[in-house]
Every structure is written in C-alpha cells, then in structure tokens.
C-alpha cells in the first residue's frame, strides 16, 4: 500500500537550514505528484508546492518562494524539502502529500515537527 | 488566492446527532473541495472529493454537496471515533487553499 515516511522532528536554530525528507514506498514515485504543506495550529494548513518526481518540475505558492526548495531522489523515491534562514514564523508541522484520484493531497506522510529556538 | 470560509469553528454534539459543517468560497470552484478528518497528532484522512465523492473507506454517515461557491460536509449519527478536527479544500485553482477548520467535540 501507499506509504510516505516522513524524517524526525527537527530542533534547529533561527537563520539556519533544514532538510527535510519524505520516503516513499507501494506506487510509481516517477510518475507522481508530491506536494508538502505546512500546519500551524490556527492558521490551519498551508499548500508550499508541489514537485513533479517525473522531471523535477515544480510549483510553489508564491508565500513559499525563496524559503522552500522542493527535490527528488528517484533512486531512493524520496522527496525532500529544503527550508532556508529559518525565523519563529517557520516552526510548524510539515507534512508531505501524494496526489491521488484527482486530489492534490490524497496520501500523507505523518509529519514532521520542526522548532526554531537558539 | 481564494479563500475558503469555514464555519463553525468549533462544534459540540451528542453521540447519534447530526452535524452540518459549512465552507464558502470566495469565487466558484467548481464543485472542486474535498473534506478531511485530523485527529490529534495525526495526519490529515481524505474523507470526500470533488463535493460528494467519497473516498474508499469513509462510512457512509459522512455526506458532502454542494455547488458554486457553497458547499456543506455533514455527519449523521454521530459516533466516538468522529471526534477530530475537519477541513474543506479548495484544489480548482492555485494556491490550493484550506478552511480554518472545524473541532467537533463531544457534549
């Protein structure tokens, strides 16, 4: 079946970088779509892009441009995330999604927890 | 952008209650929204798409409808494990967008 395992949470400090990654197993990564989004408690949950595994292709909501870069291994089917000079705004579940029967976020990883703080 | 307007923010019932959530665009989508469940912790369930489809395994006391810019997500009889977090999505145009979500809570 559908899987996308999603790495640990992530303690990082304010102007740093993360990487982020998303592995997945049980469908043609090639020929898929994977989207991450982002979930702050009230905001509710935020599209970032979506990565076209295929040929790398990409899509950002243009809040993300400049503070997410979306990639892929499809050697491995895992797509990763990339999230630069990280502030207080950026802490946040991140979550990585598989389009599936028309619907851009039909498979979901678990999550990943990341903090930012010195 | 569009945004999607969801209401109510919280929501109490009883166990075998049917309750009405509501979501309302900001321009016609197309009958393009889907509904899902979080429980805490957890990922997202795609539970509905494209307004009243629904996914393999959503029981059949979750419903959706709607047109334009309305659409509405209801469950009849309401059961323990249906107490979670619920959110529209919009997916007819980019940014895809979400509502603020809906906590159904027990009374």
């Known amino acids: 079946q559908v899987k996308l395992l999603q790495s640990g949470a992530e303690l990082v400090k304010p102007g740093a970088s993360v990487k982020l990654s998303c592995k997945t197993s049980?469908?043609?990564?090639?020929?898929?779509?994977m989207s991450w989004l982002k979930q702050v408690p009230g905001p509710s949950i935020e599209w970032i892009g979506w990565i076209y595994a295929g040929d790398g292709g990409t899509n950002y909501n243009q809040k993300f441009k400049g503070k997410a870069t979306l990639t892929v291994d499809k050697s491995s089917s895992t797509a990763y995330m990339d999230l630069s000079s990280l502030t207080s705004e950026d802490a946040a579940v991140y979550f990585c999604?598989?389009?599936?029967?028309?619907?851009?976020?039909?498979?979901w990883g678990q999550g990943t927890l990341v903090t930012v703080s010195s | 952008d569009i945004q999607m307007t969801q209401s109510p923010p919280s929501l109490s019932a009883s166990l075998g209650d049917k309750v009405t959530i509501t979501c309302q665009a900001s321009q016609n989508i197309n009958k393009y929204i889907a509904w899902y469940q979080q429980k805490p912790g957890k990922a997202p369930r795609l539970l509905i798409r494209y307004t009243s489809t629904l996914e393999s395994g959503t029981p059949s006391r979750f419903s959706g409808s709607g047109s334009g810019r309305d659409y509405s997500f209801s469950i009849s009889n309401v059961e323990s494990e249906d107490i979670a977090s619920y959110y529209c999505?919009?997916?007819?145009?980019?940014?895809?967008?979400f509502g603020a979500g809906t906590k159904l809570e027990l009374k």
């Open positions: 049980g469908f043609t990564f090639s020929t898929s779509y």
């Open positions: 999505l919009q997916y007819d145009n980019l940014p895809y967008t």
């Open positions: 999604a598989r389009a599936g029967n028309g619907v851009p976020f039909a498979y």
